[in-house]
């Protein structure tokens, strides 16, 4: 089975600080996409970053950068310098090569940045 | 570039009824998918369209239905409503023809309540 599981239900962090959110996922597929995407109050889906998991160099967007290991199959999600709009529920979720479009998602974490 | 659109964005609904939820992705985007948001389930995949073609389904019984049209707009169906349908339901465009590859940009959604 394919699934993916984020440890932390909720989390919270200083502003200007970082925090780590962990995902780890299962697949016995070799060809597949990871994802982090944010959903803030509003409910409006974002996509935070990607990865490739052929792409041994972790992605980075700005403040956002994933720690990939392939062998752990473990995602996890860095924020730097973490603003008050960063607020939100977060999202690791794949998709696999012979699944289309399909994206399996984790339970998500709730991230709380406090002024 | 105007984003993912989905009407209506709120709908109240009794057991037994049947509701249409419509679709509209970004424009020359072909591919649209389908999510059910409960906070029991969490994020789940109802289906993927491609060229008018139902691509891939989830694991969702037959009450739940979609289909898309040539300008690839897409609507879902869900007949006799049951409590438990009583969700946010996410639909999602990506520019290709939906492959694992292809990042996933969703819309506003659309909160159903049943009755």
């Known amino acids: 089975a394919q699934t993916v599981t984020q440890s932390q239900p909720e989390m919270s962090v200083q502003e200007a600080e970082t925090v780590t959110l962990s995902c780890t996922y299962d697949t016995s597929e070799n060809n597949y996409y990871l994802f982090w995407y944010k959903q803030p109050p509003s409910r409006q889906m974002i996509l935070v970053i990607r990865?490739?998991?052929?792409?041994?160099q972790n992605a980075t967007e700005n403040r956002f950068s994933v720690n990939f290991q392939k062998a752990a199959k473990s995602f996890s999600l860095k924020i730097s310098d973490s603003q008050l709009g960063d607020t939100a529920m977060y999202f690791c979720?794949?998709?696999?090569?012979?699944?289309?479009?399909?994206?399996?998602f984790g339970q998500g974490t709730e991230l709380s940045v406090k002024p | 570039k105007a984003g993912v659109t989905q009407t209506p964005r709120y709908l109240i609904k009794t057991r037994g009824q049947q509701v249409t939820l419509s679709c509209s992705p970004i424009?020359?985007?072909?591919?649209v998918s389908w999510y059910q948001q409960t906070p029991g389930q969490g994020l789940q995949f109802l289906f993927e369209y491609f060229s008018e073609t139902q691509r891939n389904k989830g694991n969702f019984p037959g009450r739940f239905s979609g289909r898309q049209f040539s300008n690839s707009r897409s609507e879902m169906n869900v007949s006799t409503l049951e409590l438990g349908d009583s969700a946010l339901y996410l639909c999602?465009?990506?520019?290709?023809?939906?492959?694992?590859?292809?990042?996933?940009?969703f819309g506003p959604g659309t909160r159903l309540l049943v009755l």
């Open positions: 424009s020359g985007h072909r591919s």
């Open positions: 979720a794949f998709t696999i090569y012979n699944q289309g479009g399909k994206l399996i």
């Open positions: 999602a465009s990506s520019k290709g023809t939906g492959g694992y590859q292809e990042t996933q940009y």
């Open positions: 990865q490739e998991a052929y792409k041994q």
